[in-house]
Antibody, heavy 122, light 106 residues
Framework: QVQLVESGGGVVQPGRSLRLSCRASGFTFSSYGMHWVRQAPGKGPEWVALIWHDDSYKFYGGSVEGRVTISRDNSKNTLYLQLDSLRPEDTAVYYC???????????????WGQGTLVTVSS | DIQMTQSPSSLSASVGDRVTITCRASQSITSYLNWYQHKPGKAPKLLIYGASLQSGVPSRFSGSGSETDFTLTISSLQPEDFATYYCQQNYITPYNFGQGTKLEIK
């Protein structure tokens, strides 16, 4: 079965960096676009970033553009999110999610991980 | 940006009830609307994409609507349906979600 397991969250000071990972299993990882979605406490989810199945395109949400980098290693079935210049408002649970469209992203998230919590605080 | 507004924000209902949750977009998104279920500590789950039921989702869930007004209906609530539900538009970036509707046991 499809599994997505995030890791790398924790407490970090404002201005510092963090790299999140998402290990995928149960499907052909290299055939799917992958996303990061985050959810701040008490708010709805927010789409963060997409990377195409073959790393050919990357797209970012407006609130994080310029401060995050999405990447993937298809040989390791792993998705990454590099978070830089972190701010308190970046505090959230970060989820990786698979795009239902496979190699043509539709921005519909058919499988999600359980998330990893990032807390930005001094 | 397109804003997604759900109502109500919370709802109390009983097992067996028919429940409807509404999602309104601030501008037309044609039929590019999806629904998710989220239980605490669990991975969110895709229920409906466009007008289609995701594979494995019970048929008591259905979605309808177009342009700016959409509904998620659960025809007969089951104990496992108590959760928070989110709508999400995939018409144009940023692909915003609603703020959620928490469905609680009466």
């Amino acid at each position: 079965q499809v599994q997505l397991v995030e890791s790398g969250g924790g407490v970090v000071q404002p201005g510092r960096s963090l790299r999140l990972s998402c290990r995928a299993s149960g499907f052909t990882f290299s055939s799917y676009g992958m996303h990061w979605v985050r959810q701040a406490p008490g708010k709805g989810p927010e789409w963060v970033a997409l990377i195409w199945h073959d790393d050919s395109y990357k797209f970012y949400g407006g609130s994080v553009e310029g401060r995050v980098t999405i990447s993937r290693d298809n040989s390791k079935n792993t998705l990454y999110l590099q978070l830089d210049s972190l701010r308190p408002e970046d505090t959230a649970v970060y989820y990786c999610a698979r795009d239902r469209g496979g190699d043509w992203p539709r921005y519909q998230f058919d499988y999600w991980g359980q998330g990893t919590l990032v807390t930005v605080s001094s | 940006d397109i804003q997604m507004t759900q109502s109500p924000s919370s709802l109390s209902a009983s097992v067996g009830d028919r429940v409807t949750i509404t999602c309104r977009a601030s501008q037309s998104i044609t039929s590019y609307l999806n629904w998710y279920q989220h239980k605490p500590g669990k991975a969110p789950k895709l229920l409906i994409y466009g007008a289609s039921l995701q594979s494995g989702v019970p048929s008591r869930f259905s979605g309808s609507g177009s342009e700016t007004d959409f509904t998620l209906t659960i025809s007969s609530l089951q104990p496992e349906d108590f959760a928070t539900y989110y709508c999400q538009q995939n018409y144009i970036t940023p692909y915003n979600f609603g703020q959620g509707t928490k469905l609680e046991i009466k």
